[in-house]
């Protein structure tokens, strides 16, 4: 399995995205997750921003990235597309982050829902739309060759059944999961349940883990964390991470494990990464 981690891990740090390439080449860490803005920012154009935009060329990307041997794992395109606007905002901007993906030699794109139930839809309207959109997108990631994974990160998809319509939406090898250890357990779930039902389609994984303190006010009322403050290997879901890599393993996995937590400028996702590799040696998973 390869190492990687989400770049929003340096958010609070505000590092810019070749920073975040210099922290993987220090930690001997060779591929990388970031997400993708659909146009130009302020805190991007000053810097200060460690994630990628459209304005940026991805050729010359890929050129930095193999100056620094490090890859991307998965380009993060999650605008919600189980809402009414899912159809005018996200199949544009996941389309051109997919036309990006491809020419910086990145093999995967994420997609995921909303957080909460579509204002003005009932379950199964809302359901169609996503149908409708999937079809469209997983067209073109066909062409592309390049896996249009669905995020565990929202109302339907910490929803184990919901999830499984979501992944029959298209028949498709190119229709996968990215499975989140930390979303799947902060809406009520575990991690094990989805690893266990669905670890064929998965393509790329989040490892979050989640504190005590954030599971005993929220789990069970939330759907997803979007940056955890608790490093991998500390939380109350560390045991349910360890199993669900055991999960993988036996099913031949061996794709990417982004680790997702605040970076703090490094000490809590360098202790992630420590408790990451030494779980792997653990579990004889090999790092690829």
Same mark, same amino acid.
């Given at each position: 399995?390869?190492?990687?981690?989400?770049?929003?891990?340096?958010?609070?740090?505000?590092?810019?995205?070749?920073?975040?390439?210099?922290?993987?080449?220090?930690? @001997? &860490?060779?591929?990388?997750?970031?997400?993708?803005?659909?146009?130009?920012?302020?805190?991007? =154009? /000053?810097?200060? !921003?460690?994630?990628?935009?459209?304005?940026?060329?991805?050729?010359?990307?890929?050129?930095?990235?193999?100056?620094?041997?490090?890859?991307?794992?998965?380009?993060?395109?999650?605008?919600?597309?189980?809402? %009414?606007?899912? *159809? !005018?905002?996200?199949? *544009?901007? &996941?389309?051109?982050?997919?036309?990006?993906?491809?020419?910086? =030699?990145?093999?995967?794109?994420?997609?995921?829902?909303?957080?909460?139930?579509?204002?003005?839809?009932?379950?199964?309207?809302?359901? =169609?739309?996503?149908?409708?959109?999937?079809?469209?997108?997983?067209?073109?990631?066909?062409?592309?060759?390049?896996?249009?994974?669905?995020?565990?990160?929202?109302?339907?998809?910490?929803?184990?059944?919901?999830?499984?319509?979501?992944?029959?939406?298209?028949?498709?090898?190119?229709?996968? /999961?990215?499975?989140?250890? =930390?979303?799947?357990?902060?809406?009520?779930?575990?991690?094990?349940?989805?690893?266990?039902?669905?670890?064929? @389609?998965?393509?790329?994984?989040?490892? %979050?883990?989640?504190?005590?303190?954030?599971?005993?006010?929220?789990?069970?009322?939330?759907?997803?964390?979007?940056?955890?403050?608790?490093?991998?290997?500390?939380?109350?879901?560390?045991?349910?991470?360890?199993?669900?890599?055991?999960?993988?393993?036996?099913?031949?996995?061996?794709?990417?494990?982004?680790?997702?937590?605040?970076?703090?400028?490094?000490?809590?996702?360098? %202790?992630?990464?420590?408790?990451?590799?030494?779980? /792997?040696?653990?579990?004889?998973?090999?790092?690829?």
């Amino acid at each position: 399995m390869r190492i990687s981690f989400h770049t929003d891990a340096f958010s609070s740090v505000c590092w810019n995205f070749e920073k975040c390439l210099q922290w993987a080449k220090r930690n @001997k &860490v060779r591929a990388i997750e970031c997400g993708l803005v659909d146009g130009v920012s302020w805190m991007h =154009g /000053l810097g200060y !921003y460690p994630h990628l935009s459209t304005a940026d060329d991805p050729v010359a990307l890929r050129k930095t990235m193999d100056d620094y041997d490090v890859h991307l794992s998965q380009i993060d395109a999650a605008y919600p597309l189980s809402g %009414k606007d899912g *159809p !005018y905002y996200g199949i *544009p901007y &996941v389309l051109n982050a997919m036309r990006y993906a491809k020419l910086c =030699g990145c093999p995967r794109v994420c997609t995921t829902d909303g957080l909460h139930k579509p204002e003005g839809l009932d379950d199964n309207e809302a359901m =169609g739309l996503m149908k409708r959109t999937y079809q469209t997108l997983v067209e073109v990631a066909e062409r592309y060759e390049i896996d249009l994974t669905i995020e565990i990160h929202g109302y339907f998809t910490t929803n184990i059944e919901r999830l499984a319509e979501m992944l029959n939406f298209v028949d498709s090898p190119r229709l996968c /999961l990215n499975l989140d250890t =930390g979303n799947s357990f902060i809406a009520g779930g575990n991690p094990i349940d989805f690893a266990s039902r669905f670890a064929k @389609k998965v393509s790329h994984v989040h490892i %979050k883990d989640v504190s005590k303190a954030l599971a005993d006010s929220l789990r069970g009322g939330a759907t997803g964390i979007a940056v955890s403050e608790s490093a991998v290997g500390d939380g109350v879901n560390a045991d349910n991470i360890r199993k669900t890599l055991e999960i993988l393993r036996d099913n031949g996995y061996d794709g990417p494990l982004s680790i997702e937590c605040a970076g703090e400028g490094g000490p809590l996702i360098e %202790k992630s990464l420590d408790w990451l590799r030494k779980t /792997l040696k653990e579990l004889n998973i090999s790092e690829n």
